[in-house]
């Protein structure tokens, strides 16, 4: 199994690092180490699930601990969530483009992500 890890850099309040100008909220980076073939399978939807689990956290891993606790009902109330966006979209989430969505620039991802889209199935899985 691969390990995700991640570090965080926070940016001082006020100031915007790429122009030094002033910004209205403060950011953080968030560097995050995932298998290649988890970057080529996410979806571009972003479903706010906060106000069913009722959890106002931005921090991901705190989010998907608290849904694991809830109820049945509730996680099958999120499925259907889910569920319901496939339909609207045609019956498939849209997948993240790491290039183009991501503003990246790096000519390796982009070829390592290709290789990973001609495959049917992660190649570890055996």
Not at 43 to 55: E, G, K, Q
Request: hydrophobic share 35%; charged share 30%.
């Amino acid at each position: 199994m691969v390990q995700s890890a991640f570090s965080t850099v926070d940016i001082p309040d006020g100031m915007d690092e790429e122009n030094c100008a002033e910004r209205a909220t403060p950011s953080t980076i968030r560097l995050i180490s995932v298998p290649l073939i988890c970057l080529a399978d996410l979806s571009s939807v972003c479903l706010n699930v906060t106000n069913i689990v009722d959890c106002n956290s931005n921090k991901g891993d705190l989010l998907a601990k608290k849904i694991s606790r809830q109820p049945e009902s509730v996680r099958r109330h999120l499925w259907e969530g889910i569920q319901r966006a496939k339909e609207k979209l045609g019956g498939s989430l849209p997948l993240l483009d790491p290039i183009k969505d991501m503003n990246n620039k790096d000519k390796r991802l982009k070829e390592c992500t290709e290789v990973c889209y001609d495959y049917p199935f992660p190649t570890h899985v055996k």
